[in-house]
Nanobody
Framework: QVQLVESGGGVVQAGGSLRLSCAASGLTFSTYAMGWFRQVPGKEREFVAA????????YYPDSVKGRFTMSRDNAKNTVYLQMNSLEPEDTAVYSC?????????????????WGQGTQVTVSS
């Protein structure tokens, strides 16, 4: 049974930082590309970051580029999302996801498995 468990969410002031973690189990982690997405009530899930299997490449939308950094530790079956210079607009539930694909990583339906998510709230 595949499980993705996020942690590290919380409340932070604008300009602050948070580091999210996503621990994976039940899959051969190093064979999966991983992604982070976020969602606010009433809106579609939004792509935040993705990383290839080896960690050699990462991808970000313009909305977070330069502020967010995704990384992975295949020995620990864990991916991370370092979020700096947080803005109130970053408030959302952040979820990690896993896929065997190596393309279209910014699209939600490319992913096979999803975590439950962790709430990030940025106060102004």
């Amino acid at each position: 049974q595949v499980q993705l468990v996020e942690s590290g969410g919380g409340v932070v002031q604008a300009g602050g930082s948070l580091r999210l973690s996503c621990a994976a189990s039940g899959l051969t982690f190093s064979t999966y590309a991983m992604g982070w997405f976020r969602q606010v009530p009433g809106k579609e899930r939004e792509f935040v970051a993705a990383i290839l299997r080896s960690g050699s490449s990462t991808y970000y939308p313009d909305s977070v580029k330069g502020r967010f950094t995704m990384s992975r530790d295949n020995a620990k079956n864990t991916v991370y999302l370092q979020m700096n210079s947080l803005e109130p607009e970053d408030t959302a539930v952040y979820s990690c996801a896993a896929t065997r694909r190596i393309a279209s990583l910014g699209v939600t339906n490319a992913y096979d498995y999803w975590g439950q998510g962790t709430q990030v709230t940025v106060s102004s």
